[in-house]
């Protein structure tokens, strides 16, 4: 099984993805910014190094925790750090740039809907709400699509901690929106890793019973 360094295993869609790598016994690696989370991810036999993505070095000791072994590559860091930067963007393209320059065939970055081609079906509430933090996100899809063609973009509606309802879906329909709860993007992540099929593609991810779509909605068929 080819280990999984995760960015942004310390809480939220990471972690459940940590968790659920652990159970299948895939190798599961993290880089942290705090260290909260260091002693959970322990027990679950994930391997830890502490770093910040607005930090290329950091980066790199990440990805070279696994030694020479092949390796996917997760993202799902977001947020803005105290000087401003967001790391939607920022961090996402350095994770981005070094992971292309390590050789990683296979990358998946989280973002969220509204970003790209969806960003013309946007509400007003969602652009004043989170339209900075959605159109940072856009440029790093956009940088990532340049360095590595092969990675593959899910795209969460709102966000919900609730347990997984196994109803998670992807789409490429730019119309799409609604919710989703971060157990099940975990899942999607988990089983696009796997699906060569999702290589090169962008998606949204979203509860088939928490969708709206103007159009009929066409889940991608996604392999378990
Ligand atoms: N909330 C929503 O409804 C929604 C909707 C669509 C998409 N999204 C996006 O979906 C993704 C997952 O969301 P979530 O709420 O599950 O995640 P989350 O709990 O906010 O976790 C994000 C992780 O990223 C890490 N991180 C942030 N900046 C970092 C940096 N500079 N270097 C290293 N790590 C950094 C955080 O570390 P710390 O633990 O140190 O803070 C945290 O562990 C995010 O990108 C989010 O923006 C959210």
Redesign the pocket.
């Known amino acids: 099984m080819t280990p999984v360094l995760i960015?942004?295993?310390?809480?939220?869609?990471?972690?459940?993805l940590a968790r659920q790598l652990r159970r299948d016994g895939v190798p599961v690696f993290a880089?942290?910014?705090?260290p909260?989370?260091e002693a959970g991810l322990a027990v679950l036999g994930v391997r830890t190094v502490s770093?910040?993505?607005?930090s290329t070095d950091?980066i790199d000791r990440a990805l070279a925790l696994p030694g020479t072994r092949a390796l996917d590559v997760v993202s799902?860091?977001?947020?803005r750090?105290a000087d401003g930067?967001l790391?939607?963007e920022d961090?996402n393209i350095n994770i981005a740039e070094r992971t292309a320059a390590h050789g990683v065939e296979r990358f998946v970055l989280?973002?969220?809907?509204g970003c790209g081609d969806m960003a013309p079906f946007r509400s007003e509430r969602a652009i004043a709400a989170?339209g900075a933090?959605v159109d940072a996100?856009t440029r790093a899809e956009e940088h990532l699509r340049r360095k590595l063609p092969s990675a593959t973009i899910i795209?969460?509606?709102?966000?919900?901690?609730e347990p997984a309802t196994g109803r998670g879906i992807l789409s490429d329909d730019p119309q799409i929106h609604g919710f989703i709860h971060?157990a099940d993007?975990a899942d999607l992540i988990r089983r696009a890793l796997r699906d060569r099929d999702t290589e090169g593609r962008t998606f949204a991810a979203v509860d088939a019973d928490q969708a709206r779509c103007v159009n009929p909605i066409r889940p991608f068929h996604l392999a378990e």
Not at 7 to 16: E, K, N, R, Y
């Open positions: 960015f942004g295993a310390g809480s939220g869609v990471g972690l459940c880089m942290l910014r705090s909260a989370a770093g910040d993505a607005f950091d799902t860091i977001g947020g750090a930067r790391a939607d961090g989280v973002t969220s809907i989170f933090a996100k795209r969460p509606g709102g966000l919900r901690s971060r993007v």
